[in-house]
């Protein structure tokens, strides 16, 4: 049958890694055995799933197959061998990676990592491009860590970036043609990503960390989460 959820991982088998996927019924029951999807490229393919119409389910990952690290794409759903492999990036120098995806109703948006920058691209629900790949942020800013959420039929992003004129973080944040900068403030705990919620057609909540130093020692060796909404008629810093 159709599955309600699913949950990607990467497992250890004789031969190294696989991706494994596992598809979930209404009431939380697995439905079968978890489902290789080739081997991945690493230990650390960071794959993510977003639903699509007809039960199937979009999923990226990072890949080493074409040579170089890739953002990698499937369909996949339960009781059917995986799609084949579609790359979310045109370009392929440097490292495109740690993706994240949203399905907004009508088009499926990948964001990822182009070494130092947020790149993104459209698909439809067949993984078929809609458009070439763009690029988010001001030009030149060391950023990474995107994070996706559909919000009022678009998809609303969240990410890390280093501030050029203080050398600290600030989280860029952005909901169709409405931008937002937090901070900026003592970098957060490395390799984790901001969360991005829709409360209201209005109003976003972001979470992220925060470097503190508590006890005055001259590290801000204590990461803590901080909060902030984003309103929609207050673009800008928030």
Request: glycine share 10%.
């Amino acid at each position: 049958g159709a599955a309600a959820s699913a949950l990607a991982c990467v497992r250890k088998i004789a031969s190294g890694d696989q991706m494994k996927v596992a598809f979930f019924g209404a009431f939380g029951r697995r439905l079968g055995a978890p489902g290789g999807v080739g081997a991945s490229a690493a230990e650390a393919a960071n794959p993510v799933l977003a639903a699509l119409p007809s039960g199937k389910f979009a999923l990226a990952y990072n890949d080493l197959a074409a040579g170089s690290l890739d953002v990698a794409l499937r369909l996949v759903q339960p009781g059917a061998a995986p799609g084949p492999a579609v790359y979310a990036n045109q370009t392929v120098a440097g490292a495109q990676h740690d993706a994240d995806l949203c399905w907004t109703g009508n088009e499926l948006v990948v964001a990822w990592t182009d070494a130092l920058r947020i790149r993104a691209r459209r698909f439809d629900s067949t993984l078929t491009p809609l458009d070439g790949e763009s690029a988010w942020g001001p030009p030149a800013e060391l950023a990474g860590s995107v994070s996706l959420v559909e919000h009022a039929g678009a998809c609303a992003a969240a990410w890390r970036a280093i501030d050029k004129a203080t050398g600290l973080e600030v989280v860029r944040a952005r909901a169709g043609s409405v931008s937002f900068s937090v901070g900026p403030f003592v970098p957060g705990a490395s390799l984790e990503r901001p969360a991005i919620v829709s409360l209201d057609p209005a109003h976003l909540l972001l979470v992220f960390t925060e470097g503190t130093d508590p006890l005055g020692t001259g590290t801000a060796s204590v990461t803590r989460l901080r909060m902030a909404i984003l309103d929609l008629s207050s673009a800008g810093s928030t």
